[in-house]
């Protein structure tokens, strides 16, 4: 499974550099990063999305694997949100010269960042294991309440120079690229997407693992 | 190629060899638990 994903993702990455047209508006060749960027971006809501589920879950059912499984999500969740944030200011130095420049979207998914990483603070600063996951998992009902605004709202309140790859006109949501590119983008996100499921089952096979053992050593 | 060419294909190669060194380490770590139990 892994190395599909490597081959796929690898494909992609070839797509993106040498058989997708270049895009009109864009320095030179700024805009493949779009290949990357956005399947991350994506992959980031993706996981915040399964690390509610799993925390209201927990909950309902105080079961220390739905604690793995949104501990596991919040992990894969923070990573992917940096990569896209690393991916974005790179972007932003090719287009405009520097990597970051406070605008409402870098903003807005720095203090994203933020609030996830307070996830793992909380988890790190209580001892016992019950009170810890209680205490995260009510942590990120309320931290995944902030994600849609800071995500798709925030960005689109205020005036970004972020570019937006759909547009809503008379009711319909049409995707502003090229057919060749959006090929790339599906395959990328489709690839990202795999990638996240195999990461995550692996994460959560790993800490009930890690949870077994420690009970035996107890 | 073009400049910012050169350095997108950095990036992204360094991504996906960072994103599947982990994968893969990952799962080893994780055959090893599991074969010690």
Same mark, same amino acid.
């Given at each position: 499974?892994?190395?599909?994903?490597?081959?796929?993702?690898?494909?992609?990455?070839?797509?993106?550099?040498?058989?997708?047209?270049?895009?009109?508006?864009?320095?030179?060749?700024?805009?493949?990063?779009?290949?990357?960027?956005?399947?991350?971006?994506?992959?980031?809501?993706?996981?915040?999305?399964?690390?509610?589920? &799993?925390?209201?879950?927990? !909950? *309902?059912?105080?079961? %220390?694997?739905?604690?793995? /499984? +949104?501990?596991? @999500? $919040?992990?894969?969740?923070?990573?992917?949100?940096?990569?896209?944030?690393?991916?974005?200011?790179?972007?932003?130095?090719?287009?405009?010269?520097?990597?970051?420049?406070?605008?409402?979207?870098?903003?807005?998914?720095?203090?994203?960042?933020?609030?996830? &990483?307070?996830?793992?603070? !909380? *988890?790190?600063?209580? %001892?016992?294991?019950?009170? /810890? +996951?209680?205490? @995260? $998992?009510?942590?990120?009902?309320?931290?995944?309440?902030?994600?849609?605004?800071?995500?798709?709202?925030?960005?689109?309140?205020?005036?970004?120079?972020?570019?937006?790859?759909?547009?809503?006109?008379?009711?319909?949501?049409?995707?502003?690229?090229?057919?060749?590119?959006?090929?790339? !983008?599906?395959?990328?996100? %489709?690839?990202?997407?795999?990638?996240?499921?195999?990461?995550?089952?692996?994460?959560?096979?790993?800490?009930?693992?890690?949870?077994?053992?420690?009970?035996?050593?107890? | 190629?073009?400049?910012?060419?050169?350095?997108?294909?950095?990036?992204?190669?360094?991504?996906?060899?960072?994103?599947?060194?982990?994968?893969?380490?990952?799962?080893?770590?994780?055959?090893?638990?599991?074969?010690?139990?």
């Amino acid at each position: 499974m892994t190395w599909l994903l490597g081959v796929w993702l690898a494909g992609v990455i070839v797509a993106g550099l040498l058989w997708a047209p270049a895009a009109a508006g864009f320095q030179g060749d700024s805009f493949r990063i779009v290949f990357f960027h956005v399947p991350q971006a994506w992959v980031a809501v993706l996981a915040f999305c399964v690390n509610l589920v &799993a925390s209201i879950r927990y !909950l *309902r059912t105080r079961s %220390a694997l739905d604690d793995s /499984r +949104a501990g596991a @999500a $919040a992990r894969l969740g923070l990573l992917f949100a940096l990569l896209a944030t690393i991916t974005g200011s790179i972007f932003a130095k090719l287009e405009w010269g520097m990597f970051w420049n406070w605008d409402p979207r870098e903003t807005s998914i720095l203090v994203l960042l933020l609030v996830y &990483a307070a996830y793992f603070a !909380l *988890r790190q600063a209580v %001892a016992d294991e019950e009170r /810890r +996951a209680s205490l @995260a $998992a009510a942590y990120a009902v309320f931290a995944f309440v902030t994600m849609p605004f800071l995500v798709f709202v925030v960005p689109r309140v205020y005036a970004s120079l972020h570019p937006d790859l759909v547009e809503a006109a008379e009711g319909v949501v049409r995707f502003r690229m090229d057919p060749r590119l959006r090929l790339v !983008l599906l395959a990328s996100l %489709a690839g990202f997407t795999g990638l996240f499921v195999w990461l995550y089952s692996l994460e959560v096979r790993l800490a009930r693992v890690l949870a077994a053992r420690r009970r035996e050593e107890s | 190629m073009t400049s910012s060419m050169f350095w997108l294909a950095v990036v992204m190669v360094v991504i996906w060899a960072g994103i599947f060194a982990y994968c893969l380490g990952l799962g080893r770590r994780l055959r090893r638990l599991e074969e010690d139990r």
